[in-house]
């Protein structure tokens, strides 16, 4: 597992967008806080859950959020072409 350290690290070196001195507080507390937001929103709204009251939408909501990122780490590395890439060969 990494450390806080190294995120920061890696955050702060191979990025080309600047964000002044909040950069890498944005960067590290912003997938931070989706994590959070994605682990918080798959709970049930209550305790005691039963097949009428279940929440579909957390299903559906997880599947968007799932699909889209193993899509990203499967062929986004071939196949994503950076708009700064776009740029060069214009």
Do not use: H
């Amino acid at each position: 597992m990494c450390s806080l350290e190294a995120i920061v690290r890696r955050a702060s070196a191979a990025s080309t967008l600047v964000l002044g001195r909040w950069g890498v507080i944005t960067k590290v507390v912003g997938p931070l806080f989706e994590v959070f937001v994605t682990i918080v929103n798959s709970f049930p709204l209550t305790a005691a859950v039963t097949a009428k009251g279940t929440n579909r939408g957390i299903a559906m909501f997880d599947g968007t959020v799932i699909l889209p990122a193993l899509y990203c780490f499967v062929r986004g590395p071939t196949a994503y072409v950076g708009p700064v890439a776009r740029v060069k060969q214009a």
